[in-house]
């Protein structure tokens, strides 16, 4: 399911014409964007979490030039889904 069906159920279900719709879907992903961005862990009850997950520093290979290379620390977006939500898609 793409950006654009998710728009139009949504406004086939409610009656509020696409537009609208596609902003306010627009506006959700800005905003969990930027809050992901900014550090900030976003909690959706019943839906799930979108939670940033720090990665170590570790050690990696360049095999194409037999070489070793250091890849820093860094954070990651990561989604975990609500135990509801679990249950539902089983």
Do not use: C, W
Request: net charge positive; hydrophobic share 40%; no cysteine.
């Amino acid at each position: 399911m793409t950006k654009a069906d998710i728009v139009s159920e949504i406004a086939k279900n409610t009656g509020i014409d696409k537009q609208t719709v596609l902003a306010s879907v627009e506006s959700f992903m800005s905003i969990v964007k930027g809050s992901l961005a900014e550090g900030e862990n976003v909690y959706l009850r019943g839906f799930g979490s979108f939670v940033i997950k720090k990665r170590a520093q570790k050690t990696a290979r360049n095999i194409s030039k037999n070489t070793t290379i250091i890849i820093p620390e860094h954070n990651i977006p990561s989604f975990k889904p609500a135990k509801t939500f679990l249950n539902d898609v089983k």
